[in-house]
């Protein structure tokens, strides 16, 4: 394969054309209507016509039957199987539509298969996909391109596909206007928003238009469209702009997602010229109430709005005097009537904290904040909960709000722009964290059947992530970070799949043709590198320890003096946050039993957020046997000696894949490679200095 | 005073109208011709206009001389003082005009007045001024100002000034295009500049008049225009803005000030599409003569070129296998024919330094790079060097080249813009540390009668220094600030003066009609606050500990490991760079004695500067009979304490002063002093966890 590139502009990520080669190659029938079904029987029709394939209608007069020969796929809405549309499937597909069919219906405690969900089957060499309505159908078609052995192979009983929850989106942090400092995306590492323009929306969405359809093949169905800070151009996409939302949600809808706005908590005041933005006044109500139908009126299908209100410096209900319950409810209340939903984001802390004062922890903010508001919220609003109690760190420790909260809706936000892990410059699959955090079990593991928040406590709220893509021609810069933004699709569709099967998944659809060599060692560079990252930054849970500002490379101290909260405590004896109910800050009292007592207890404390829960000394044996001190040094020479064999093994790949993706990814390997050499000598060197103890193994250090 | 303010949109700095008082009372003479003179003729005739004097001409027919009544003060040029002029002057004059005039010529081994000097005598109750010429009268004239005593009190012997060396310079560090990240104007903390605006020269060019007019006052008499670091708008000032620099120059001329340009090194191919900008080529040769002939054409009195070549990314002669030598002497060639003179700065190192190599030191680099080219530099090349071998810390060693290039002009650069020293948000005053640099004997007390570096290696050289301005009301921000302008000036005219003695100069100026109290209490505020400062900031010479990129405020770590060349490599048992010759990097060596050996020597080397040259155990006892952790807590605490001080001290100037200037100041001692807790903080704070040394004195560490 040397001397082969992509062949095209834009990277087409997970959805290259070879992706539809075996669909593509058969008698597909659609049946069906609206706009999803089309936007099916368009794809088909695409795949059709590149190889060899071709497109039944079942509307028609039946003449997809073509004498003996009817489909060898067919595609519907479970509605829409009729007899005509029976009749143009053929005799042959009878089989796998009845147990399609079957499996789709309710039975016992089954619910009939929701509009979202889908049923394959494969009987008799046809293969059949009912889709519980379009969207359905939609998730169906693509999950034939992950999985082709199913038009291929020999029959499979049918298979029901229904998501974890209803609310699969993805957040953007793009400003309109660009930022001074944070530029035309905030934390964006994959060039300019797909969406903006230097202050205007595109003239040209194309990018949006095929970002949609990469979507809707992870099963994402909502985007938040702009940055949650909304500084004042972005304000006016709620009023002035609404024509250019539309615009937006006009790209977004064929693909089954749903708009979404992050709104200005004061906006009655910087948009409607109130004197208040006071939740309790009825004006605010008012003007909240017509802002809401003025979107609907635009964007009929308008997903709803996302607020960071009173975080980081933006406005929210406190300056009224009224909880965070007061301010999402006042929104809640003006989508109410139209199907929208609120994200509430509980990021809320103390930006301004004096780091002298050892009481005050951000880690409890949210909890501290939010919890007590429990059974206070509108059920369309969705409290949206970082994963983590900080931001966003390699490791952290799962946010101890989501089992503090049960009647409340929650939402967890994940980041798939990678802040705090390599900002697209290193290689670093998130998807291995993911599973373990939508895997945790806040009640331990026996408890309540509970197999992870994901199953307890998402499904009458969801997922959310921010974005890492851009305008760059790979989308996400490093074309590896590609797989992020699908594992997110993937795990926020069903949170238990294993991210090793995934990662699988995504390396078969963007490598098509790849052998199995070439997989094993795509794979083999991606599948740990998350805790290679791990293990050459901020040791054992501790986070932070990046140049303040922009969060790319180490600077241990970087954080330690300033008001962001992020300590890491470290002196001449020992290192870490006492957050024990004992002698700390108390935050491990946050969490229910099991978790209080194992977080609280030194002996119990996994190694891996040691230096999160407790302030030990630097000889402190862990549970692997080794000090807190000499893991250190273990952990970031081990790290860097990853990346050198990550690169080594990318470079074998050399000529075996697309050009342009080898030649990017190598460049960014190269910085890695640097960069983790320097986490690595200036880690040891900082707690060398600092603590006086020599590296076992007498490595170099500075 | 309450109530008052200083009544203007621009604050006048040292030149209120108050200041003219005692002279605009006169009857005044003022004898001569040329563009200088009939400044002094204008500012003669404004302050006699509002202090009801009178403006005498000597060029008419000795209508000056009213009756009996003749001249008060007479001011003229050596060469103007003709038997008209003296009949002008009436009988009275004549007394001091003999003496004034034997003082102004030669005798034994003295020279005759040069063009910038004057004498002034005051004998029978008339004062008298003799200039050298233009410049020098028009600086007689100011002299006058500073002490009005000279036109009122009993006779005085006469008194023959001249300044210490032809070139007394302020390099402005204005981008005519604002820079993405360093703005208008490079380290400026005053606002935009008073010559650019948003990429291009001003229209309107009066805060330059009033700018130059201030510098004049000071004796200041070269200015450079633009910044050091030439992007591709600013380059364009040689070629095609040749017009807006003679603009420029037009208001600078009649205050005896020449402008000078920062150019590019690569500007014959960034302007003049030349493939190489190679010194030793000969159509790069060309090019530089040709602009330096059209430079001249538009700018008759152009001062000269100023460079910054090979150095933090800028181009130089490196590139092409040359020396700086090479480099400089190109474009000293060019100017020549012209009397230009080039500084080429000295300011040369890897900026691009690996944290890890102990052996590389950034304080030999200029040494390393310049010393051995002693001898190599044509005439009307200044070698322009930064006063300490790092940059413009608040505590460094003289540079070592100062005594290394005997066979070199060379210019000290000193910093007035506090870019290390508190951004004018702190009360800094810099004349006791520019006071010790000029003074420093780089031969020792005894060698060579010197007195100093100023007198010893300036001569044929000069001072240089960059600017503190911009088109703030108060012109540098800080108003106290102003305070270091003007003292540069007089600095750099007499390296000797005492620097308490021109504080009080300046606050005699700037707050006319204040009372004993009032200026002392002015001058306790300003004149240890350099000390304070220090004490509060990096320990005893060992510099940085800011924040990287803009430089304010506490960051211990913040360059440790960086590439910038500036360590303090603290450990758990000592702290400060080993630059010995016998165990470090050897840079002692590169001072004459005495200084090699005191350097060299723990026991002997200067307690401020224990730091920079040793790296001491924490226990180390000072010569104060301290230890270096104790002397960090005190001088700490210290610091911040008299930063206490300072700002109740201003307080109590409330309704004493003008508003304005009062407010200001004010709010910004509350900044410093914030900022001082947090230094103070920070610094112990650091070295208690690294040393775990508790505080003697059991103040509170965190």
């Known amino acids: 394969m040397s001397g082969i590139s992509s062949g095209v502009d834009i990277h087409p990520a997970w959805l290259p054309s070879e992706a539809f080669g075996v669909l593509g190659s058969k008698r597909t029938l659609v049946v069906g209507s609206g706009v999803l079904v089309e936007t099916v029987r368009d794809e088909v029709r695409g795949a059709s016509s590149s190889y060899g394939g071709r497109l039944l209608d079942g509307d028609d007069d039946g003449s997809g039957h073509d004498g003996d020969h009817g489909a060898d796929v067919v595609l519907g809405t479970g509605a829409a199987f009729g007899d005509d549309a029976r009749a143009a499937a053929g005799p042959e597909a009878k089989a796998a539509l009845d147990e399609a069919m079957a499996v789709a219906g309710s039975a016992g405690d089954r619910e009939p298969l929701g509009r979202e969900g889908f049923v394959v089957a494969r009987r008799a060499g046809v293969t059949v996909v009912v889709g519980g309505d379009g969207p359905g159908l939609l998730y169906g078609m693509f999950h034939l391109l992950r999985f082709p052995e199913l038009l291929t192979g020999p029959g499979r009983p049918a298979e029901r596909h229904e998501p974890a929850h209803d609310l699969r989106m993805l957040d953007h942090w793009d400003n309109v206007a660009v930022h001074p400092v944070m530029g035309q995306v905030e934390r964006g590492y994959a060039g300019g928003s797909i969406f903006y323009d230097d202050g205007e929306v595109r003239a040209d969405l194309s990018r949006g238009e095929q970002y949609a359809r990469l979507l809707a093949a992870t099963g994402i169905n909502r985007v938040a469209i702009n940055n949650v800070n909304v500084h004042a151009r972005e304000a006016r996409l709620l009023t002035e702009d609404l024509g250019e939302v539309a615009r937006i949600a006009e790209v977004f809808r064929p693909w089954s997602i749903r708009v979404h706005l992050s709104v200005n908590f004061a906006s009655p005041i910087v948009l409607g010229g109130l004197e208040t933005s006071d939740p ?82 951000r880690a409890r903010a949210a909890y501290d904040h939010f ?227 194992i977080y609280e207890s030194l002996a119990q404390c996994p190694d891996e957020l040691l230096l999160f829960f407790h302030h030990v000394p630097y000889g402190h044996v862990l549970h692997s046997g080794t000090t807190v001190i000499q893991h250190i040094y273990d952990t970031h020479f081990a790290g860097f000696e990853e990346v050198e064999r990550m690169a080594e093994r990318w470079e074998t790949l050399k000529g075996r894949i697309p050009d342009d993706v080898f030649a990017r990814v190598a460049e960014r390997l190269d910085e890695q490679l640097g960069s983790a050499r320097e986490w690595r000598d200036r880690l040891c060197t900082y707690f060398y200095r600092k603590s006086g103890v020599p590296d076992a193994c007498g490595r170099t250090i500075y």
């Open 280 to 361: 309790l006044d009825e004006k605010v109500q008012a003007w909240w109430a017509d802002a809401a139908a003025r979107v609907y009126r635009a964007v009929p299908d308008f997903g709803g709005f996302v607020v960071k209100a009173d975080s980081e410096g933006q406005p929210g209900p406190f300056a009224y005097g009224r909880d965070h319950a007061d301010g999402a409810n006042l929104l809640a209340r003006a989508l109410a009537p139209h199907g929208g939903v609120v994200h509430w984001r509980a990021f809320v802390y103390n930006h301004r904290q004096d780091w002298r004062d050892r009481s005050t922890d």
């Open 371 to 597: 919890a007590p508001l429990d059974g206070r919220f509108e059920d369309n609003v969705i409290v949206q909960v970082k994963h983590g109690p900080m931001d966003f760190q390699v490791r952290e420790p799962v946010s101890p709000v989501l089992a503090a909260m049960p009647r409340t809706r929650l939402a967890v936000e994940l980041q798939v722009t990678q802040e705090y892990t390599g900002q697209q410059k290193h290689v670093c699959y998130l998807g291995p964290y993911w599973s373990e955090i939508l895997r945790f079990r806040p009640w331990g593991a026996g408890a309540l059947g509970s197999a992870g928040i994901a199953v307890s406590d998402l499904a009458r709220g969801g997922l959310a992530a921010v974005s890492n893509v851009g305008d760059d021609r790979f989308w996400t810069g490093h074309p590896l970070a590609q797989a992020n933004l699908y594992a997110f699709g993937r795990l926020a569709w069903e949170p238990e799949l294993d991210p090793s099967a995934v990662l699988d998944e995504w390396i078969g659809l963007t490598f098509p043709g790849a052998d199995d060599a070439v997989r094993a060692s795509v794979h083999e560079v991606m599948d740990g590198s998350w805790r290679t990252y791990e293990n050459y930054t901020a040791p054992m849970g501790v986070g932070f320890m990046v140049r303040p500002g922009h969060h790319y490379g180490p600077d241990v101290d970087g954080y330690e003096y300033t008001a962001w909260g992020t300590y890491h405590f470290a002196d001449r004896d020992g290192v870490g946050v006492d957050r024990t109910r004992a002698t700390g800050t108390g935050f491990t009292g946050q969490y229910p039993a099991p978790w209080r007592d």
